[in-house]
């Protein structure tokens, strides 16, 4: 016995229904096979009318639906009622959640290592990166090294000076990714029971992360995302208002295919007093604070010595807010009389409050609810530019960065120098350096194109418990890269140590501080491949 009801159609109403909603008898189904705006115009006009959606859509949508040619295609369904109503909608009442109904995949390519962290910067977005640990940047496409060419370097007194160091620097980790392939096949020999193809992608993660800091900021990656039309909006308008130039002209090329698809969404993004308006708010607001850094910190003054990882603030009563927290919402009493009893507790009851919070958890994915972002941390980090291309893009943080320069040093492997290559790698690292200070005056933004990613960075993380949870435990996993495994490894010992907050860091217990294995991917090589035998695939050579 069900305690919802079934709608009824005409045999011909589901003939219609069934090409856009996965069943026509259940309270919860799916929309396929109609364009993003038809989907965003729908639920936007559900919140205004007490019909059903599918009723909704048979009423005042499907009229316009063209149901000629091949029914497997997609179908314009209602583009221009959709968009109208859409219009109507937001712009008379301003419903801005509107545009959080439409979505769309959009693959964005040859992207510099500078701009993938400008799209990566919305925190309503999904993104898939190009890896450098899976992916060797030896080949030339096209005859060229896959590097960004700023027109306007190119055309400078600089610019052959620009291609020939970054030629140089692609040269060089061209002839170190065999070197240090040789070098850990040698130190680990092929066990057994591996197949080629696992021990073959293992070593070449792993001379690829060794070698990955030679390769230069101006390094282009393809970068996958799944947004919004209100993130994409967003995401443009910063973009448009962006100092560097790559981002600005991107993110036009990137407004005029997303109009293709969702233009309703993004009618604002270069309306003067709308889009435009905001992205000049925005750099201004840059402008007059670099002015100010440049009057307080002047060049020129000692960077004194920091911490790779620096807890520069927490709650000290955050274990005690933690249990207040945990019990608010099975408790019918105000916020401030729980956390009065919390404070009366023994330690002992405290303790009962955080173990059934944190339950008895099986794996990382295991995570307890919203009461543990009641803590919060702020981590002052200077790791190099690789580990900060990766944890930059855990979403649910507040993260700020500085510009990248070689102004901290750079992080050599330690492999390297077993392998008897380290003086190459200083070489290139000179040579990165050296691009980036006679590009620094003329051209302040594109200058760290020039810069390595194994340059050190600083930047800050500020996050709640269960993100940092997420974070740690995911970044410490054997298989992580060394350069993020530490970092992350480092926040765990300091919410423990520092904070004082043990009970938070024995919550985040799957948090892995066991040495670097000597083939950081070979036991996640060796899961995939016993799933694809479980599956009967053939291993891919």
């Known amino acids: 016995m069900t305690p919802y009801l079934a709608e009824e159609f005409t045999p011909d109403e589901e003939d219609v229904l069934r090409r856009y909603f996965t069943n026509l008898d259940e309270p919860v189904f799916a929309l396929v096979n109609l364009p993003e705006v038809v989907k965003g115009a729908l639920f936007a006009r559900y919140s205004r009318t007490r019909l059903s959606l599918r009723r909704l ?123 240090m392939v040789a070098h850990f096949r040698e130190g680990n020999p092929k066990q057994p029971g591996d197949s080629d193809f696992v021990y073959r992608q293992a070593t070449n993660a792993k001379a690829f992360d060794s070698v990955r800091g030679i390769l230069p900021a101006a390094s282009l990656s393809n970068l996958g995302i799944y947004g919004t039309g209100q993130a994409y909006e967003a995401l443009l308008v910063r973009m448009r208002a962006h100092p560097l130039p790559e981002a600005r002209s991107y993110a036009e090329l990137m407004l005029r295919e997303l109009r293709k698809v969702i233009p309703s969404f993004l009618r604002r993004v270069d309306l003067p007093d709308r889009g435009e308006a905001t992205g000049r708010f925005a750099a201004d607001s840059r402008d007059r604070l670099e002015e100010l850094a440049e009057e307080f910190f002047p060049d020129g003054e000692p960077i004194h010595p920091a911490p790779t990882v620096d807890l520069t603030d927490f709650d000290p009563d955050a274990e ?153 435990e995911l970044r410490t996993t054997p298989q992580g890269h060394p350069a993020y495994r530490e970092v992350c490894q480092q926040m765990h010992h300091l919410i423990a140590d520092v904070a004082g907050h043990r009970a938070i860091a024995e919550m985040i217990r799957f948090a892995d501080h066991s040495d670097e294995p000597e083939l950081e991917r070979i036991e996640a090589e060796r899961r995939v491949e016993e799933r694809r035998r479980a599956r009967g695939d053939a291993t891919v050579g």
């Not at 179908?75 to 439409?102: C, H, K, N, P």
């Not at 173990?355 to 790791?383: C, H, K, V």
Request: some cysteine; glycine content about 6%; overall charge negative.
């Open 320 to 472: 005690v807010k933690l249990v207040a927290a945990a019990l608010y919402s099975s408790s019918h009493h105000p916020d401030r009389e729980i956390e009065a009893r919390v404070r009366r507790m023994t330690v002992e009851e405290r303790v009962r409050v955080l173990a059934a919070l944190t339950g008895d958890r099986d794996n990382r994915r295991q995570r307890p609810g919203r009461a543990l972002e009641r803590a919060t941390y702020r981590f002052d980090i200077l790791s190099d530019y690789g580990a900060f291309r990766d944890l930059q893009r855990h979403r649910l943080m507040t993260i700020e960065w500085q510009r990248l320069t070689p102004l901290h040093g750079f992080s050599r492997p330690p492999d390297l120098d077993e392998a008897g290559v380290a003086g190459r790698f200083d070489e290139a690292m000179d040579r990165s350096a050296a691009l980036h200070d006679v590009l620094a005056d003329p051209f302040p933004e594109q200058a760290s194109y020039a810069v390595s990613l194994a340059y050190r960075i600083r930047y800050l993380m500020e996050m709640n418990a269960r993100e940092a949870m997420h974070v740690i």
């Open 57 to 179: 859509f048979l009423e005042e949508f499907v009229g316009e639906l063209d149901v000629s040619g091949d029914e497997s295609i997609d179908a314009t369904v209602g583009l221009r009622r959709a968009e109208e109503l859409y219009d109507r909608i937001f712009f008379e009442y301003g419903d801005d959640s509107v545009a959080q109904l439409g979505g769309v995949h959009l693959a964005c390519e040859q992207s510099s290592n500078l701009l993938t962290k400008i799209l990566e910067r919305g925190r309503l977005m999904s993104y898939l990166e190009q890896s450098t640990r899976y992916i060797a940047y030896d080949d030339r496409p096209g005859g060229r090294f896959r590097y960004y060419r700023d027109p306007d370097v190119l055309s400078s007194p600089l610019g052959a000076r620009y291609i020939a160091d970054l030629d140089r620097l692609f040269e060089v980790y061209a002839e170190l990714v065999p070197v």
